[in-house]
Every structure is written in C-alpha cells, then in structure tokens.
C-alpha cells in the first residue's frame, strides 16, 4: 500500500493476519463485499479498459472479479506492499491466464507512494477497501494521490470501493458500535491479532464521508463520473475520470 501511518505499522499487521483475512471480510461484512466487489468491478470494465490496475490488491479478490466479468482483452495488475498478501493473490489466480480475454496478469510489491510504472501506464484503476489506508492520518496521503494520478491516462477510470460514514443518525450509532465494541474484538480473536483490528476498525469508523471523499478527488485532479452509497452508507462505491 503505502507509507505507514503515524501509529499503525499496517505492512507488519497484514503480514500476521493474511491467512485469515478473507474469511474474517466475509464475517464483517455479512457476506456482502463479494457483492460489492462485482458492482465495483462492473463500474471498471464500463469504459472497456485494456490495462488495468488492482491497487492495494491484498489478496486478490478484486483482480479475481475483473477477471470474471472481462469480455474483451484485458492486462491485470495487482500492486500491494504486502508480500504476504501477493503470495495468496497469486495462488488463487492460478489458471486465470487461461482464459482467452486475459493478455497478462502480474502481481508487483511496491509502495503506492513511488510506483513502478510509467506515466499514463493503465486505462483503469480499482481500489477496494484500500484507499483508507492511504489517506487516513498517513503522512503519504498526498504522495498517494499524486502517484494514483500520475500512473492513469487522462481520461482513465479510477474507482474506489471503501467504507464511510453514514448519514443516518441512528444507523451511524450502530455503525460506530459495531466497530468499536465488535469488530475489532472478533477480529483479534480470528486471527490472534487484536491491534491490527483495532486500526481496521477505527479507520473505517471515522474515515471520510462520501461528499469529503468526492471532495478530495475534485481536488486532486478527478471528474465524478457516479457515486453510489451501499450498505445503508456504511460503504461508498465513487467513478471518477482523469481530467488531465
């Protein structure tokens, strides 16, 4: 992903907890991120992307999904700071290159702050449940988008799929409490990592809204294409577009 936050070394606590990482998404999110995923991936392949990047791919669901939907030639790249993570990617896309649509699929390890790729090199960017980790009270954030810009030609498609606040009162209560008094607990106790839940949880709880989040990409040089809340607002499906 990027460069750790002020109290979070988060490459360290996705190293730990990558085993179990899936299976606690589906817990959290009652099953519901596969859904989301399909939905994101769907707004990605809307403008017929030929290179196509997974930032902060983890472990690979989202390339996994693009994958799937690809009706014409696509070149996947999944990018993650975490070797861990990749390793996984890796071994669930095993066979993918198979299939007729996918030209090429790489996996690379790297910093989001200072990627390895040219220019303007990909059509399509997806980030899903990843672009938090970028922004929120890291010291990078600004470096991160820079870099989201500077890597997607003008025009490309960048879409994010994250957590939010919701704007309903009584359900940003139960979200809040969900988070603080469940998440993190659970989650420590699946994976024996009771910190890395903790940051996971109290990201998501106080990351942006969806108007702020709209906001910050206005201001770093994106267009809106859509935005979709899901899940009641507890999740922001966002398309924007390249202007420059």
């Known amino acids: 992903m990027g460069r750790r936050t002020k109290d979070y070394p988060l490459k360290t606590f996705y190293g730990k907890i990558h085993g179990q990482y899936d299976r606690v998404n ?3 999110t009652f099953g519901r991120d596969a859904s989301w995923r ?25 390339l996994l999904e693009l994958a799937r939907q690809a009706n014409s030639p696509v070149e996947l790249t999944g990018y993650d700071f975490s070797a861990s993570m990749l390793e996984l990617a890796r071994k ?19 910093d989001v702050a200072d990627m390895p790729f040219q220019n303007a090199s990909f059509d399509a960017i997806g980030i899903t449940f990843g672009i938090r980790n970028l922004l929120y009270e890291n010291s990078g954030a600004g470096a991160h988008l820079s870099e989201i810009h500077r890597v997607l030609r003008p025009g490309g498609r960048l879409v994010i799929l994250e957590s939010s606040r919701p704007g309903n009162f009584l359900w940003r209560q139960f979200n809040a409490l969900y988070l603080r008094l469940i998440l993190p607990y659970l989650g420590g106790l699946l994976t024996g990592n009771l910190a890395a839940y903790r940051y996971l949880a109290q990201s998501s709880k106080n990351y942006y809204t969806r108007d702020q989040m709209i906001g910050i990409l206005k201001n770093s040089g994106f267009r809106m294409i859509s935005e979709k809340p899901l899940f009641l607002g507890s999740v922001m499906l966002l398309a924007a577009e390249k202007t420059d």
């Open 26 to 28: 589906r817990i959290f």
């Open 38 to 62: 399909r939905k994101a991936a769907a707004e990605c392949l809307k403008v017929r992307p030929i290179r196509i990047l997974d930032l902060c791919t983890g472990t690979g669901d989202f």
């Open 92 to 110: 669930k896309s095993r066979g993918l290159e198979e299939q007729p649509e996918i030209r090429s699929l790489n996996f690379v390890e790297g």
